[in-house]
């Protein structure tokens, strides 16, 4: 009959490894998904990176002396230099000799300071300045064969460039373009070594010469600011003496130009008869207005004389004539004879002679003032007549005064238009040629100085020693640069992949699960052949911890007891999940209980080898052939054993392995003859043995080992076996040092008082 029957299979339908190593566990219906309160893996806090820096403080120390050695050789292999330092000040302008009859307001030629002195700096690092200085000094053998390097290390360079060049010869490649890549020419090496460093916020260039010979580096540093002074006020001379020669050249063709322009002014005046006085447009203007001004007033006249004449002729002539001094004189005569004749009249008769001379009298008074009347009122009326006709003939006259003059003026405009036109040529030719004049002057009279705007501040000096720094300073850099980098790895390592650290750490990890107990780091030589030591062979803090995962895993179990088929596992392998599950075996097995031990790590078993154990015969063959031997693990020194099986021959499913209805039915028939029954069970990230194990089991330690597992990982197995519905009793934290256990063991508090014996 074949043991490996599919029928005999749980209730667990099927087992499959998700991504990033998590387990899914699918049953009909029903799908586990991850816990939202476990979605982030908690951060290191600085405890943590305490403990990760004081873990890795046995890697620091290597660090520190091979960071020295590499940076003393580095300082041992490298040709000492020396560095000629001098600074020059440039002006924005240069030093003027006279300024006389010059305009001294206009602006500089560089308005903007970034844009002078960023020019300065390119023309600091100019080929021809340094081609020059090279030349001067016959230095570009030199300049070419200098060398960074001792020669040792150019004997290993030079192997590794022939080997380069040998590669290269399978690929054909353009011999000049290769030749031109791969060689420095003397000026790139000169500025190489050529710092230019400007001083912020002022016009000073600081500027610094390296190489292998004090004097060389001060007499190249001296030359090169002198060429560089030499070539600027040669240059300013020949920009000089061109710019005089152009302006001469213009001021030829302005001088012309303006003279042709004169002339074709004054052929255009004669022409049209005008005379430049620079007051005829003023002139006919005032003129015209005078006029219309004489012309408004003698209108004004000639309408009064008109409405006197037309409309006041009549009465103006009788208020004329009664006005006249004989009219009036003859009047009154006439009034007095009137009267006279009035009185008469009651005393005698008209035909009385008396009567008739008065009567006569008073008719040629009558007649005469009548004749008078008229002739003044005939005068009075001519009169009138006579001022209405002249102030018209005024008004007339000034009229045609001011017609005349407003042609004369608008003749003068169309005249003046060409006149203007042509006067404007003479008057830019002229400014352009006094300009001209006057930027000639300015050439002749203010030429640069001899040393220009450049001025040298601190001359160059012979470098006082070598460059960099002693061997003594290069060990003790290399120390602290391995030792912060070192440091800052650790940190980084710690920041990216955080670990667990100490037990405050673990519990916000494990949330719910109780971190059951802390065990320090166990000696293997307390593993033996066949057997194990006893409890009193453990170190103090080892059989302590122990003792209280063994009363923490009772306490925290429901019925107040260790739960009967305890299975133990971890995140990953390596974290001594083996080891507790064997120690702990011990440590129940010591206290008199009957004890079976099952490796079920079919994948890498480790039971058998640390207990010397044969695995020709084991688990996997019950499983498979219905046969299984058990080994008999005593401790030294005592009859007190407990039962182990080992993981047997390797098969192709392990997972298939165990779930089957023989793994069932043996740890039904275990519960019935062993108190507890321990599975050491294979990691639980990657694979699917450890969560059908967590099934079959009463509980599920989970082991972590301290300064290894790492946070995410113990989070995902958590979530694994949550998922896979497997009791998880607690977690353990193995492999702590003394200064994180010591909290939790007081091996001390004792008295030391002899040991009672305790028969076996």
């Known amino acids: 009959m074949n043991k490996h029957n599919h029928s005999k299979m749980t209730d667990l339908d099927t087992l499959v490894s998700g991504t990033a190593g998590q387990l899914i566990r699918r049953e009909p219906g029903i799908t586990f998904i991850h816990d939202s309160n476990h979605s982030e893996t908690p951060g290191s806090s600085i405890q943590d990176y305490w403990i990760a820096w004081k873990k890795g403080l046995k890697y620091i120390l290597p660090a520190i002396i091979i960071f020295s050695i590499l940076l003393l050789a580095i300082a041992l292999l490298t040709n000492n230099t ?22 001294t307001s206009r602006p500089p030629s560089y308005i903007n300071d970034d844009v002078f002195y960023n020019t300065q700096y390119k023309l600091l690092r100019n080929r021809d300045l340094a081609r020059k200085v090279i030349e001067d000094l016959a230095i570009e053998k030199y300049l070419l064969e200098e060398k960074r390097f001792a020669e040792p290390v150019y004997v290993i360079t030079d192997q590794l460039q022939k080997l380069a060049t040998w590669i290269k010869s399978f690929f054909p490649v353009n011999e000049q373009l290769a030749k031109v890549s791969g060689e420095k020419t003397a000026e790139e090496v000169f500025f190489e070594n050529l710092t230019i460093n400007p001083v912020r916020h002022s016009r000073v260039i600081d500027l610094h010469y390296t190489s292998q010979d ?5 007499e190249i540093l001296a030359e090169y600011i002198k060429t560089f002074i030499h070539l600027r006020h040669k240059d300013k001379i020949r920009y ?26 004054i052929a255009y005046a004669r022409n049209n008869k005008i005379v430049d006085t620079k007051t005829d447009v003023s002139t006919i203007a005032n003129n015209i207005t005078l006029l219309n001004e004489a012309y408004i007033k003698a209108k004004s006249r000639r309408i009064d004389a008109e409405s006197q004449y037309q409309n006041k002729r009549d009465i103006s002539t009788l208020l004329n004539a009664g006005a006249d001094p004989v009219i009036q004189a003859k009047k009154q005569e006439l ?10 009249q009651s005393l005698f008769k008209p035909a009385y002679p008396e009567m008739q001379e008065l009567k006569r009298q008073i008719d040629q008074l009558t007649r005469y003032i009548n004749t008078e009347s008229r002739a003044i009122s005939n005068n009075t009326s001519e009169n009138m007549r006579a001022n209405f006709v002249a102030t018209l003939n005024e008004e007339k006259k000034l009229k045609r005064e001011i017609n005349k003059l407003e042609n004369d003026l608008l003749k003068f405009y169309e005249n003046s238009i060409g006149y203007s036109s042509l006067k404007r040529d003479v008057d830019t030719s002229r400014n352009l040629y006094d300009g001209l004049l006057q930027r000639m002057k300015e050439i002749d009279v203010i030429g640069p100085v ?34 912060v980098l070192y440091s800052l790895i650790i940190m980084l390592k710690e920041l990216f992949f955080p670990k667990i650290r100490n037990e405050k750490s673990l519990k916000q990890l494990s949330g719910k699960y109780p971190v059951l107990t802390s065990v320090p780091v166990i000696k293997k030589s307390l593993f033996g052949h066949n057997h194990l030591s006893t409890m009193d062979a453990f170190d103090p803090k080892t059989a302590e911890a122990l003792r209280y995962l063994r009363t923490s895993l009772q306490l925290g179990s429901h019925q107040d007891k260790i739960p009967q088929i305890l299975h133990v596992t971890s995140p990953n392998a390596g974290d001594g999940k083996s080891t507790i599950a064997l120690f702990l075996a011990t440590s129940l097995a010591n206290s008199g209980r009957k004890v079976l031990l099952i490796d079920g790590d079919l994948r890498k078993p480790s039971v058998h080898k640390k207990l010397g154990l044969d695995n020709s015969q084991g688990l996997t063959n019950y499983l498979y052939h219905d046969r299984m031997k058990a080994h008999k693990c005593t401790l030294k020194n005592s009859s007190i054993f407990f039962m182990a099986i080992t993981a047997g021959p390797a098969v192709i499913d392990p997972v298939d392995a165990l779930n089957t209805t023989e793994f069932n039915h043996l740890l039904e028939k275990s519960r019935k003859l062993f108190d507890h029954i321990i599975i050491d069970s294979p990691p639980v990230l990657g694979l699917a043995d450890a969560v059908l194990l967590s099934q079959l089991a009463d509980s599920t330690l989970l082991i972590v080992s301290n300064n290894m597992t790492r ?27 003394h200064s994180f256990s010591k909290n939790y063991y007081n091996t001390k508090y004792t008295d030391r008082r002899e040991l009672i014996a305790v028969s076996t």
Do not use: W
């Open 450 to 483: 001899p040393g220009d705007n450049v001025t040298v501040v601190d001359s160059a000096e012979l470098p006082p020693r070598k460059d960099g720094l002693s061997y003594s300073k290069y060990l003790l850099l290399g120390g602290l640069l391995g030792f």
């Open 711 to 737: 946070k995410h990982d113990a989070l995902t197995a958590i979530k694994q076996l949550e998922q896979g519905k497997g009791h998880i009793a607690g977690v353990v934290c193995n492999k702590t040092d």
């Open 335 to 344: 009034s007095t004879l009137q009267a006279e004749y009035r009185a008469k």
């Open 240 to 265: 000089s003496e061109e710019a005089k020669q152009y302006l001469e050249e213009q001021i030829t063709a302005s001088r012309e130009k303006m003279q042709e322009a004169e002339q074709k002014l």
């Open 214 to 218: 004090p004097e060389l580096s001060r």
């Open 82 to 103: 020396y560095t000629s330092k001098s600074s020059i000040k440039i002006e924005t302008d240069h030093t003027r000799i006279l300024e006389y009859d010059l305009d």
